[in-house]
């Protein structure tokens, strides 16, 4: 897509989006190219769904901007997104928490990471099932180098963006308790939600990350 038009349409959604939450542009399967003209238009956060990808895009986005993963990452491609990755927003198993602490405690580097919430209790998509959400975080607490910082969730895909405010709605819900709840060592800061079809269903309901993709980049070809 011409970079212009991009920009044009970041600006757009900048002026749309409160000052409080955060757009982050999905990047997955966009060039650097598309990449950088976001980032020109304002945009400085990044998410991709597959470790390699990054791994070949980011060199070659030089601008400053803050990369996230934001695709199921496999216990076995950890080290790699550590070298790519500052956030990762699908933390959901502890075999996998215990793999990234140790290779983080081996450079004395902290990782802030999102709990993702399988909200929708979808059998096909990761996530720790809101039951289960608090002795999750509560055992994450136990990795000095997680920094937990709060959840995201991937709703099912809606066909009116109005199907989403119940998922939202929970998400909230599960954000506040465990922000009450003040489990040492966790910030509950973020609720990364709402894609390009439902985001402003969920800015309404609490959101304060979105992650958009063709909202900023117009659909794949």
């Known amino acids: 897509m011409n970079p212009d038009e991009i920009k044009?349409?970041?600006?757009?959604?900048?002026?749309?989006?409160?000052?409080?939450?955060t757009i982050l542009a999905a990047a997955k399967q966009r060039s650097p190219e598309e990449v950088r003209a976001a980032i020109a238009a304002g945009i400085s956060h990044i998410g991709e769904n597959y470790v390699q990808e990054a791994l070949a895009k980011r060199p070659r986005v030089p601008e400053p901007a803050t990369w996230h993963m934001i695709g199921h990452l496999q216990r076995n491609k950890a080290k790699k997104a550590l070298k790519v990755f500052d956030w990762l927003q699908t933390l959901d198993s502890l075999k996998l928490a215990a793999r990234l602490e140790r290779l983080l405690a081996q450079g004395e580097r902290r990782l802030p990471v999102l709990v993702e919430v399988n909200i929708g209790r979808e059998p096909q998509k990761a996530g720790v099932l809101p039951e289960d959400l608090g002795d999750?975080?509560?055992?994450?607490?136990?990795?000095?180098?997680?920094?937990?910082?709060?959840?995201?969730?991937?709703?099912?895909?809606?066909?009116?963006?109005?199907d989403s405010r119940p998922y939202f709605r929970e998400m909230r819900r599960l954000f506040e308790e465990l922000s009450r709840e003040g489990i040492p060592g966790v910030r509950m800061e973020v609720l990364s939600m709402g894609m390009s079809a439902d985001w402003e269903v969920a800015v309404d309901e609490g959101a304060t990350m979105i992650r958009l993709g063709t909202a900023l980049f117009s659909p794949r070809a």
Not at 9 to 17: A, D, F, H, Y
Not at 136 to 160: C, D, K, Q, T
């Open 8 to 21: 044009r349409r970041c600006e757009g959604i900048l002026k749309r989006v409160p000052d409080h939450v």
């Open 136 to 162: 999750f975080v509560r055992e994450l607490s136990r990795f000095p180098h997680l920094e937990v910082r709060g959840l995201m969730a991937i709703p099912p895909e809606p066909e009116e963006p109005e």
